[in-house]
């Protein structure tokens, strides 16, 4: 189990620090020029407006004296201008960060009672972010949509006392190497993916934290970031040269332009108080409309003008090994030094976790690589920077080709990008040349030609994936992943909604015996409909504590309030109640799983999990 005087080790040097630096007090201008320590940083809203505070030098207090909304850069694309203090990588994404926390040396971060929250215009544009970063980038090297370095930084970071607003993805998130970390009286609400993710942490207490409610007002779905990332790979590429449809080739200069007329009409609706897509057709592919019919297909009274939930899984709070965790849940305990151990949590609170995920089919790739690829490790055809190219949101009914600006770049990408500059690009000759068979609006040739249903050759199409080929999981509360001494203690987790429509796929999509479509995938079936208060997966010494779950449903698939999934040895919970749990009626689609509510699942490997358990709800259901 943790340490047991992790706490007071870590609140010692909190208050030590804080005592220390109390006499000088600066601003972040001075700080910066000088890397000054033993000084208080006092952090205004105008700090913040010209980019990412990088935190390079520690033994220093980073105070915020008022609220902060960022909106860093020039309207409409807050971009950092490649420089010294900008570098690409890893600002190749944006400023993905309001701050880095980069010193190895103590640092304590008061947000004071303030909060701190992107701008609403700022998180249309930066859909990939994070208000504080644990660590001098958002990967680890040769991980994530784009090229990154080594991981620096990170360790002795205290952030306490304040509330963390809207964030297109995270409030706090490192991802990996983080050591001795408290996180201490924060609120963390408005954020679109997780309230806390922390990928490889050791040494760490979270106390009294409020996480949720979620976002419920985001407006565009993944395609837009998509369209924003891909832009730079298209403008590399002579203008002149064209896409090839038999009716006539456009160039590349009509594919940016479409492009830039998408992102400029979405930006300006938004700008003037409108729905995303107003009075632009050409905009809906990038629109968040269907988690809002998803929800009305449920029976929830709200304002659609301005409800719109987030289209992909979404997490309280997140303890996962050292790296990404956009893959199937681990089944087997990870080796040697991956972090996640040594962490307590006491007092955590996490309510309204509310999503309706999406979920994108995409097509097979017959050259995949499983070692490198962003996602779904290769298996996927995608553009360049992993985003998957949508096969069937981009055919007809009749099975046609029916294009979006996207999906033109591309394709575009694919047939005259050079090799080494075209990022993830792997679009096959087959669905290029279908794709091409007619105008640049529509094709001619029937998809169903070459992708067979069920699958006849090694193009195929792939389901249980997100727009950038992330398993689908579904929505969690708290998640813990390939931990190691954690204990979880007096925790409320409530109100975790997941709203997604049943499997696009049928049951030969699943085929037996495991039943798996995305080869990234560990359970069978579709998971993006799924809602579970705890999901524990594959972690050794862990001890739940005084937690209550309860108000979970799914519109779907299956409601778990605890889920043991692969192998866990010596876990133990006390106290634990299980209250009100919904799940869908039935299985809508061959591809879903038959629903049910369990209070507890154990879904062992071959190896029996270490599990037991006392409190009001002990029931378990064991799921081979």
């Not at 309860?550 to 779907?556: E, F, G």
Request: with cysteine; charged share 15%.
């Amino acid at each position: 189990m943790p340490d047991s005087n992790l706490y007071n080790t870590l609140n010692t040097v909190t208050q030590d620090l804080l005592i220390s630096c109390a006499g000088t007090i600066t601003n972040w201008e001075a700080y910066k020029a000088s890397s000054l320590e033993n000084v208080t940083v006092n952090l205004t809203n105008a700090d913040f407006q010209n980019g990412t505070l990088r935190i390079k030098s520690g033994n220093c207090v980073f105070k915020i004296v008022e609220n902060i909304e960022i909106q860093p850069g020039v309207a409409p694309n807050f971009f950092p201008v490649e420089a010294d203090e900008y570098p690409f990588p890893p600002y190749q994404l944006g400023w993905f960060a309001g701050i880095t926390c980069e010193t190895n040396d103590p640092i304590v971060i008061d947000l004071n009672g303030f909060t701190i929250e992107q701008s609403e215009l700022f998180a249309l544009q930066q859909r990939f972010y994070a208000i504080i970063e644990i660590g001098d980038q958002p990967f680890l090297e040769n991980q994530g949509p784009s090229q990154f370095g080594a991981l620096g930084g990170g360790k002795n970071i205290t952030i306490k006392n304040g509330i963390l607003g809207r964030s297109s993805h995270h409030g706090i998130h490192s991802a990996g190497k983080g050591e001795n970390i408290l996180l201490e009286d924060l609120t963390i609400q408005n954020f679109e993916v997780a309230g806390i993710h922390l990928n490889g942490a050791k040494n760490t207490v979270i106390k009294n934290c409020h996480i949720g409610p979620i976002r419920l007002d985001v407006p565009v779905i993944g395609t837009y970031s998509q369209c924003k990332f891909i832009r730079s790979f298209v403008a590399d590429i002579d203008p002149t040269l064209t896409l090839p449809f038999v009716d006539g080739p456009i160039k590349g200069s009509e594919i940016l332009a479409d492009l830039d007329n998408v992102l400029e009409k979405v930006y300006n609706n938004i700008a003037n108080g409108c729905a995303a897509n107003k009075d632009a057709p050409e905009c809906t592919f990038v629109t968040n409309i269907k988690s809002v019919n998803q929800a009305t297909k449920q029976g929830e009274n709200f304002n659609k003008e301005s409800y719109y939930q987030p289209t992909g899984g979404a997490y309280g709070l997140v303890l996962n090994k050292e790296g990404v965790a956009i893959n199937g849940f681990l089944t087997v305990q990870p080796d040697g030094d991956v972090g996640n151990s040594n962490i307590q949590v006491d007092g955590l609170c996490v309510d309204m976790i509310k999503s309706a995920t999406i979920e994108v089919v995409g097509v097979s790739n017959p050259n995949a690589v499983k070692d490198g690829s962003y996602g779904g490790g290769g298996a996927f055809q995608t553009g360049p920077v992993g985003d998957v190219f949508r096969i069937d949101d981009l055919s007809t009914t009749s099975g046609l080709y029916t294009a979006t600006a996207l999906s033109n770049a591309q394709l575009f990408v694919a047939v005259n990008g050079i090799p080494g500059n075209i990022g993830t690009t792997n679009i096959s000759s087959e669905i290029i040349n279908w794709a091409l068979s007619g105008d640049k609006k529509y094709g001619k040739i029937d998809i169903n030609t070459i992708l067979t249903d069920p699958p006849t050759n090694n193009l195929y199409r792939l389901y249980n994936g997100d727009a950038m080929a992330h398993v689908d999981k579904g929505n969690i509360g708290l998640w813990i992943q390939g931990g190691n001494d954690i204990e979880v203690t007096n925790t409320q987790i409530l109100n975790i909604s997941q709203n997604s429509l049943s499997s696009k796929g049928r049951d030969y999509d699943y085929p037996a015996p495991n039943h798996i479509s995305h080869p990234a995938q560990k359970l069978p079936y579709y998971g993006g409909g799924t809602a579970r208060g705890m999901a524990i997966s594959s972690c050794n010494n862990i001890k739940v504590n005084k937690t209550s779950i309860n108000l979970l449903n799914s519109m779907s698939n299956n409601t778990i309030g605890i889920d043991y999934i692969g192998f866990n040895t010596n876990i133990t919970t006390n106290d634990l109640s299980v209250g009100s749990l919904q799940c869908a009626l039935k299985k809508e689609s061959t591809g879903d799983q038959k629903p049910s509510c369990c209070p507890m699942r154990i879904r062992n490997t071959t190896i029996p999990s270490e599990i037991t358990t006392t409190g009001t709800c002990p029931s378990k259901i064991i799921d081979v």
